[in-house]
């Protein structure tokens, strides 16, 4: 049986003039998590075949922390198919279609974005360069290439592309997908078995290197 893991990068630096880059915080998750990954699975005998990651500089910076201290560092591959959403569109389509203001808040956000994904996964949103379908059809792709029968490959992304694989693998509609992504933890694991083909979930938004004593108050939303 072969395996995915996925995990989201760790927080980025929201609020800040560059978005696309880890907060102080997130360089601190980010090794943390290697160090859980690198005890973890050299523990059980056997590592990573490859790591694949998006081309965005928090994915790159993720994964650069994550392996800085490992002693064996497996092939690392770049897929543009593995980047986020284009959120900034998508929320300057909504706007338009709806005339409200964008969400400022975390509160605000939580409520508005189920609806903003609706209303692209409808086709209701003008100007988008990618769509609902066009999305999810390149993270499965990418996904579909990388796997590796009989081995463990680490993929490391945004919340977007996971919740749309676990949208997938459970038969979920873009608001069920909407409420998962506002729930997808910085720095967290997801779990998915490949088994004759079949990909079935074995773990969601698992933080275990933020759950040690000292650590409970660095998980992390945005």
């Not at 198919?81 to 300057?92: C, N, Q, S, V």
Request: hydrophobic share 40%; charged share 25%; glycine share 10%.
């Amino acid at each position: 049986m072969g395996e995915l893991l996925l995990v989201r990068h760790a927080q980025a630096s929201f609020g800040s003039a560059d978005y696309d880059r880890l907060s102080p915080l997130g360089h601190r998750q980010a090794a943390w998590l290697g160090e859980y990954l690198s005890s973890t699975f050299a523990a059980e005998g056997e590592g990573f075949c490859r790591i694949v990651r998006g081309r965005l500089r928090r994915h790159r910076e993720t994964v650069e922390g994550m392996v800085r201290e490992w002693t064996q560092v497996p092939e690392i591959v770049e897929d543009p198919r593995l980047d986020e959403m284009d959120y900034d569109t998508i929320e300057a389509a909504w706007c338009r279609l709806t005339g409200n203001p964008p969400p400022r808040t975390g509160r605000a956000f939580r409520d508005t974005f189920p609806l903003m994904l609706e209303a692209w996964a409808e086709g209701r949103l003008e100007g988008m360069p990618e769509s609902w379908e066009a999305f999810r059809a390149r993270v499965d792709a990418a996904l579909a290439e990388h796997l590796a029968p009989g081995r463990r490959t680490l993929v490391v992304t945004s919340g977007g592309p996971i919740a749309a694989t676990l949208g997938r693998l459970l038969d979920l509609g873009p608001h069920a997908m909407s409420e998962i992504l506002n729930m997808t933890l910085n720095a967290s694991l997801h779990r998915i078995a490949v088994h004759d083909g079949r990909l079935s979930l074995l773990q969601f938004n698992a933080v275990p290197h933020l759950e040690r004593p000292g650590r409970m108050g660095f998980r992390t939303f945005i």
